[in-house]
């Protein structure tokens, strides 16, 4: 059993920052969840909400790169700070057009645009940010609590979405998320940074030839880093035909579909535990094989079993396989790649997460349009199982080296 001593919770910083972390990403969670029903209430098209996803998303995480330089080059607590309070206006603006009915799809996904730029650079920052409040040996399970933190936000965010905006209204959604980010802000500047260790410094034409010199070197990871791509694309991407899946399917409403939001959020603290607690995890790349059946197992029973409390099951395995895929891959790549480089390619991995997902909506969505949802899922599914298949394999016979500094 794991003391209190062990842990990141003894040192002081460290928790301020987990607290006003998992305030924010609940009300990122609250506004997310009613930000998708509206969409999707305000067109009626699973089209348009995959465009949606696109448009907000993926234009800012083609900056994830240049975010991962400006990190290396500037003081990381001024950075977070600067964009959490920039952070704290879009969804404020949000909530006050929803409320006076002012808001229609193409100032929706400005204001969400916006948001999705200060994104970009807020989730590695927040990711390598914690590496400064803790010793190197506590990293690890630091990066282990934002990720509970997350997922556990996951789960009870839509819960209280769906609360909210079936009582009073979706426009309270988003004022609480401005307020998570001021809440957020408030405990950055009680954090007293710990003393920096001094950079090398290089040019940026070196900085951006590096990483491709290593990823030809090194073949596993680059086949790992497109694996992540491929799980995002075909299979993470399914969440956003949740509207859809319930309107279609079950005749349900959004009560519901934030209900269903939070079962997946309760597969994915499940997966999160069942990582930190396993003893001995030999096999990473194993691991990863088994998540992907996992949630190809979860979607195909959302496409063919049409009981509603069973569906709830398949969310739990779909949130499950979740946590069960990218923790893993992320400290499989983090083992086999040298520190000198780490964080570069550990961009290129949140590039693979993250700004892969809208491109999964757009495809997914436009899809979904004009071809039967039965046959979207399935097409989704084949892709995933014999894409990762053949990755995951590959990166299995390469032999790798682990790295620890």
Known sequence: MISWQETPLKFRDFNFFIVGYFVSVVGTWLHNTAQVWLVYKLTYSSFYLG????????????????????????????????????????????????????????????????????NTFEVPLRQVFISELVPFSLITKSVSFLSLSLNTARMVGPFLAGLIFSSIGFAYCFYLNSLT????????????????????????????????????KEKNIL????????????GSSIVILLPLIIHTFFQKGSK???????????????????????????NEIK????????????????????????????????????????????????????LYIRG???????????????????????????????????????????LNFILLKSTIKSKNVTFCS
């Open 51 to 118: 465009l949606f996803s696109f448009l907000t998303s993926f234009p800012g995480f083609l900056l994830v790169l240049f975010g991962g330089f400006l990190i290396d080059f500037f003081d990381r607590k001024f950075l977070l700070v600067f964009t959490t309070f920039l952070s704290i206006f879009p969804p404020l603006i949000l909530g006050i057009l929803t409320e006076f009915n002012l808001l229609n799809y193409w100032s929706f996904t400005l204001l969400a645009f916006l948001l999705g730029i200060l």
């Open 181 to 216: 980010f001021l809440f957020f802000l408030f405990m950055l500047t009680q954090i007293k940074i710990l003393p920096k260790v001094k950079k090398e410094k290089k040019d940026l034409k070196t900085l951006y030839k590096e990483p491709i010199i290593f990823l030809k």
């Open 223 to 234: 086949a790992l880093l497109l694996s992540v791509g491929v799980f995002t694309f075909f």
């Open 256 to 282: 519901e579909f934030a209900f269903l939001s939070s079962f997946i959020g309760l597969g994915a603290i499940s997966g999160a535990l069942f990582v930190i607690f396993k003893k001995n995890l030999k």
């Open 287 to 338: 691991h990863l094989l088994k998540a992907t059946f996992l949630l190809a197992i979860g979607i195909t029973g959302l496409n063919f079993i049409k009981n509603w409390h069973l569906t709830k099951i398949f969310c739990v395995l779909i949130g499950f396989s979740f946590t069960n895929f990218f923790p893993v891959a992320n400290s499989f790549i983090q083992k086999n790649t040298p």
């Open 344 to 386: 570069r390619i550990i961009s290129l991995f949140i590039l693979a997460y993250l700004g892969i997902y809208p491109l999964g909506d757009l495809f997914i969505g436009f899809l979904a349009e004009y071809i039967n949802l039965h046959i979207v899922l399935v097409i989704n599914v084949l892709f995933l199982i014999t």
